[in-house]
């Protein structure tokens, strides 16, 4: 079964562009989750979709948004990019949300995106 | 809020030494734990998990258990290969209705041979 994947691997992109990045989830995960990872604040989570809906959002600003279409795909955008934006984009898949236990995601290799 | 605190890195050893990385949580509840482990380019992969106190969580020849008196969850092997070289990440899952892992800020163990 193929795993979590992410395109592209990496960008570059310079300051006030807008960048879109893709996640497809192995098949049959419904749930898809995003975190970004930087040297300074480590992994965060951004924002969690599950059935075409944004469930839960991490605390990060508007700028940073994200869909998921009904194949379970899931994009996410960051407009007016800023230089602290570089990080590691990390998208994780499950079969369904975790509730009062976890049910376990599967991390894709991350797209590297640097501002210039 | 949650959050985990995990040993500073790098953690630099011989090929065959001890390893421990010290993780320790700070939760409501009685949160999961897990360790997740970060190859050079790739993704994260799950490790090992522990969902109750007590629980010791095992594979590869790495465990670690849940201790809720010192809200601990080490990470130890008996004898790390070059193989292991890696950043490890210790989390939680404290339930809700969310998917969100909290991390740790990562430990970078370098093994040389």
């Known amino acids: 079964k193929a795993g979590v994947t992410q395109t592209p691997r990496y960008l570059i992109k310079t300051r006030g562009q807008q960048v879109t990045l893709s996640c497809s989830p192995i098949?049959?995960?419904?749930?898809v989750s995003w975190y970004q990872q930087t040297p300074g604040q480590g992994l965060q989570f951004l924002f969690e979709?599950?059935?075409?809906?944004?469930?839960n959002k991490g605390n990060f600003p508007g700028r940073f948004s994200g869909r998921q279409f009904s194949n379970s795909r899931s994009e996410m955008n960051v407009s007016t990019l800023e230089l602290g934006d570089s990080a590691l984009y990390l998208c994780?898949?499950?079969?369904?949300?975790?509730?009062?236990?976890?049910?376990?995601?599967?991390f894709g290799p991350g797209t590297r995106l640097t501002v210039l | 809020g949650d959050s985990v605190t995990q040993m500073e890195g790098p953690v630099t050893l011989s090929e065959e030494a001890f390893l421990t990385i010290n993780c320790t949580y700070t939760?409501?509840?009685?949160?999961?734990l897990f360790w997740y482990v970060q190859y050079p380019g790739e993704g994260l992969q799950l490790l090992l998990k522990?969902?109750?106190?007590?629980d010791k969580g095992s594979n590869k020849g790495f465990e670690a258990t849940y201790r809720k008196e010192t809200t601990s969850f080490h990470l130890e092997k008996g004898s790390v290969q070059v193989s292991d070289s890696a950043v490890y990440f210790c989390?939680?899952?404290?339930?809700?209705?969310?998917?969100?892992?909290?991390f740790g800020t990562g430990t970078l163990l370098a093994v040389q041979p």
């Open positions: 994780a898949s499950s079969l369904a949300p975790s509730g009062s236990s976890y049910n376990e995601q599967f």
């Open positions: 098949s049959g995960h419904r749930s």
């Open positions: 979709y599950f059935s075409e809906t944004q469930r």
């Open positions: 939760a409501t509840g009685y949160p999961s």
């Open positions: 522990a969902t109750k106190a007590d």
């Open positions: 989390a939680l899952y404290n339930g809700g209705a969310t998917n969100k892992l909290i």
